[in-house]
């Protein structure tokens, strides 16, 4: 099955980014991702076999790690043949980048085939431009939103393993991670 390891994305965040960027509309043809499928992607398998489900679901079990911070920094655009073809967000994040490290580590021992021919560049995809219309005006909206961009963070959670048609998402596994919660904020003074 088409499938993929990621993180949700808190819906604040998602809304507050895509309205950011409809200003592109204008300058080129572009299809924003869906709000309910924006995610961080760790690890993409073309087609997992069913038998190794339980093996990457075992994976995200044993990996354990405490909630950590990831950090929406500003916009990037990924380009293709010179030509912007996507736009997203450039995020930062120590926890998230030791946790794909063991997760890729762990795949590649039990040797379970995922796309790993480019490095690992975490982000959150907001649009695929299809067509430039404007080069000129495209580039004049993307530095005024860049320009303008309002960092956030927020805290992820827990990791999924998708399944995915490119129409519909299904998550087949979740695994939560360890919560941190400040003492002064959980405790009551009686």
């Known amino acids: 099955m088409r499938a993929f390891i990621g993180f949700e994305i808190p819906e604040q965040i998602r809304k507050l980014y895509v309205s950011t960027c409809k200003s592109l509309h204008s300058s080129c043809n572009i299809s924003f991702v869906r709000l309910d499928k924006m995610h961080i992607t760790l690890a993409f398998f073309n087609n997992l076999p069913e038998k190794e ?14 909630q950590f911070e990831i950090k929406c920094e500003n916009m990037g655009l990924f380009k293709r043949k010179g030509i912007p073809s996507t736009v997203y967000i450039k995020i ?28 690992y560049t975490p982000h959150i995809t907001l649009a695929r431009i299809n067509e430039m219309v404007d080069e000129q005006e495209f580039a004049k909206s993307y530095r005024y939103i860049a320009k ?10 827990s990791v999924h393993l998708y399944s995915s048609d490119m129409i519909t998402y299904k998550k087949e596994i979740s695994e939560d991670f360890i919560k941190i919660f400040n003492d002064e904020e959980t405790n009551e003074e009686i």
């Open 53 to 66: 489900i339980e093996t990457v679901k075992n994976i995200l079990l044993d990996i354990k790690t405490e």
């Open 92 to 119: 930062f994040s120590e926890g998230l980048q030791n946790y794909a490290e063991k997760l890729h580590s762990k795949l590649r021992e039990l040797n379970i085939n995922f796309d790993d021919k480019k490095p």
């Open 148 to 157: 303008t961009f309002k960092p956030s963070s927020f805290y992820v959670e």
